[in-house]
């Protein structure tokens, strides 16, 4: 189940299951999102982009869904796997500008 | 491809001391560096912006004279944090993209302690 911790909502799933976690972004300007992958005590890797002309985007056992009407994007794991244990952060940029803007994190644990 | 590393990985400073840390882009050209800050538990937030050969962009609330910020070369920027205190403490992080790149790749991060 999903559960809001001190800082970062928790999800905890089952190793096998599929996983989906969500993300509301803040600016109906922005054209470019990312999902980054946070383990402890390292740097953000990158998992997998869309634009905003696309509402969906496949990876290797990733997808992204966009949905700009509620400003919402979500990610999906399929057959999740104890590695995939981690924060995972949206990030959003617009356009004219460099800079990322990060969402606040979902911790997802993974439970044999 | 897009490696970044920085150093140290670690550092550990009395207070009132500065301390500098190293943004590296291993194989590509990283026209433009960020660097962020990120407390236990929290999200990152951006602190600078900077292009190689011009001053940072720093966001506010960031003290520029505090967290100097140098982009020498295509390959390197470094952070320095002057005059350390406690609070100063967290994890910093750096990211580079360059013209070929659509999106950032972060280094690994440098945890600072400050005593």
């Known amino acids: 189940g999903e559960s809001v911790g001190l800082h970062l909502p928790t999800l905890s799933v089952q190793e096998g299951d599929n996983s989906i976690i969500n993300c509301a972004y803040s600016?109906?300007?922005?054209?470019?999102f990312i999902w980054y992958k946070q383990e402890s005590g390292k740097g953000p890797q990158f998992i997998i982009d869309?634009?905003?002309?696309?509402d969906k985007r496949q990876g290797q056992r990733v997808t992204v869904l966009l949905n700009k009407t509620v400003k919402h994007l979500s990610l999906q794991i399929a057959a999740t796997q104890p590695g995939d244990s981690a924060v995972y952060f949206c990030?959003?940029?617009?356009?004219?500008?460099?800079?990322?803007?990060f969402g606040t994190g979902t911790r997802l644990q993974v439970f044999p | 491809g897009a490696v970044v590393s920085q150093h140290p990985s670690r550092v550990i400073c009395k207070s009132g001391t500065s301390v500098k840390i190293e943004c590296r882009s291993l194989?590509?050209?990283?026209?433009?560096m960020f660097w962020y800050r990120q407390f236990p538990k929290q999200s990152l937030m951006l602190m600078a912006t900077?292009?190689?050969?011009?001053?940072?962009?720093?966001e506010q609330g960031v003290e520029k004279d505090k967290f100097l910020i140098n982009h020498a070369s295509l390959t390197l920027s470094t952070l320095t944090v002057t005059s350390a205190h406690p609070e100063d403490s967290s994890f910093y992080i750096c990211?580079?993209?360059?013209?070929?790149?659509?999106?950032?790749?972060f280094g690994p991060g440098t945890r600072l302690t400050v005593l």
């Open positions: 869309i634009r905003s002309n696309m």
């Open positions: 990030a959003e940029n617009k356009g004219n500008t460099d800079k990322l803007i």
């Open positions: 600016n109906s300007a922005s054209d470019y």
């Open positions: 194989d590509f050209q990283a026209t433009t």
């Open positions: 900077s292009n190689e050969g011009s001053k940072a962009t720093y």
């Open positions: 990211s580079a993209s360059g013209p070929r790149l659509d999106t950032q790749y």
